[in-house]
């Protein structure tokens, strides 16, 4: 059933974005007096689908629901009657033809911004990027950062939010070298030099890249929370096992735990583990026994009890750690401008970064990462939802370029040289391209897909 339901939420939120990004090509080519053959949802047997009476388009779904393609009429391809050769698409000029095949990549930019923009319209309340808590041992304690800390840039990028600060550091994943730091402190605008080694990148025992804020040794504010069983979910673990609410932790497995942050780092490193515990119940010290369920994710097998803390009033986040961020309608378009160019930056550097082996293959994900990823937009709300989808549009968008024959990025190559050059370049050439972008192609998505059940069957 879960399964169903990621494959479910996978198409929900792939498949519009696939719709629109042939929509781009379609529409363009429609423009240009390109005749269009058939606009298809999904690759392989028709589903079902209808052919325009006017234009004789074949609008069709199809069974494999990995992508789209819009088919023109093309001398390359089929036989063209000599009074339709002027509306076939290899006898457009370059321009026409470079605009079509940009349309693709174009629309799924547009629809990245156009989300952003509508996310960055609602008001939402924020941790303020003050430094919560020092990571022991971490580049951020040696660079003299210290708890109370505002961080206000990152090399030299301004940030507002604790998404942005992790967009920023993300920047430098793979590398080594001074992160510069700036931090308003006691109202004084410092710098700091983060010096890092192979930034975010496993070290130990380590099998996972690290997350930017914990790679740099930083953590936002985090209330303490007393270790107090405030719900315990029917049929879980810790029901099975005696667990009730209003339990105070003590120990675990001869831990002292005094927060519900220590208890729960133990309970998710022993999955499958029989825990000694020592609890409070009525006053009373009292010791049980949990084995917390091993709980599959993208991190790996977590232990999983099935419970969550008391909140009380004391546990409330203090008004300096909290910041409202709203824009107004012109400023979230030139804020979604700059994050979609970011994240665009960012994402080709990466790709860059895994060729030249700064960071490992292991980074690359796939469509089993796509959908657990959408599952869990859902779960989380209609904004979760729009962002994951404006993120992935904007992947697409940008893998859509990359100049490898077989994807938008290769053709342009192609006609770029045609308009240079004033003639196409040679069939056999761009035939033994195609066969090779294939073939990288190919590579590039079996070790997308082996990192996805890497991750989900470690």
Not at 40 to 53: A, C, E, N, V, Y
């Amino acid at each position: 059933m879960n399964a169903l339901y990621m494959i479910l939420a996978a198409i929900c939120v792939l498949g519009p974005l696939v719709a629109l990004h042939e929509f781009g090509h379609y529409i363009v080519a429609r423009l240009c007096g390109v005749k269009v053959l058939t606009y298809s949802i999904g690759f392989g047997p028709k589903l079902f689908g209808w052919t325009s009476r006017r234009s004789g388009i074949d609008y069709q779904i199809a069974a494999i629901p990995l992508g789209g393609y819009v088919k023109m009429l093309d001398e390359r391809a089929e036989v063209v009657p000599d009074e339709l050769k002027s509306v076939a698409f290899n006898n457009q000029h370059p321009l026409k033809k470079i605009a079509i095949v940009a349309a693709g990549p174009v629309m799924n930019f547009i629809i990245a911004i156009s989300l952003f923009w509508v996310l960055l319209l609602f008001p939402s309340e924020q941790l303020a990027t003050r430094i919560g808590k020092i990571v022991t041992d971490s580049p951020a304690q040696s660079s003299g950062l210290v708890v109370g800390d505002e961080i206000v840039s990152i090399d030299g990028r301004a940030v507002s939010t604790w998404q942005d600060t992790a967009y920023a550091l993300a920047d430098s994943m793979g590398e080594s070298r001074n992160i510069v730091v700036g931090v308003v402190r006691d109202e004084q605008a410092l710098t700091q030099n983060v010096a890092v080694e192979r930034f975010m990148q496993p070290t130990g025992e380590q099998t996972q890249t690290q997350d930017p804020l914990t790679a740099l040794g930083i953590l936002p504010y985090q209330p303490v929370i007393a270790p107090v069983v405030g719900e315990v979910a029917a049929d879980s673990a810790a029901a099975l096992m005696g667990l009730q609410v209003g339990d105070r932790f003590v120990s675990i497995d001869g831990v002292a735990v005094n927060d519900w942050v220590s208890a729960t780092e133990i309970i998710r490193k022993s999955p499958e583990k029989m825990l000694a515990v020592v609890i409070i119940r009525d006053g009373k010290q009292l010791p049980i026994k949990l084995m917390p369920r091993g709980i599959k994710t993208r991190d790996g097998v977590i232990g999983q009890l099935g419970i969550k803390p008391h909140i009380g009033d004391e546990q409330l986040i203090p008004p300096e750690y909290i910041k409202t961020i709203q824009y107004s309608p012109v400023e979230a378009v030139g804020k979604a401008f700059s994050r979609t160019y970011e994240l665009s930056v960012m994402t080709v550097s990466s790709l860059g970064k895994m060729i030249t082996g700064m960071i490992g293959l292991d980074n690359l994900s796939g469509p089993i990462t796509i959908a657990e990823v959408s599952k869990d937009s859902f779960e989380m709300g209609w904004k979760q939802v729009l962002s994951t989808a404006a993120m992935i549009s904007l992947s697409l968008a940008v893998l859509n370029l990359l100049p490898i024959p077989v994807l938008d990025g290769g053709h342009l190559i192609f006609y770029t040289y045609e308009l240079i050059r004033g003639k196409a370049m040679s069939e056999t050439v761009q035939a033994v391209a195609f066969r090779m972008g294939a073939i990288l192609l190919l590579c590039f998505m079996v070790l997308a897909i082996s990192n996805d059940i890497m991750r989900v069957f470690g």
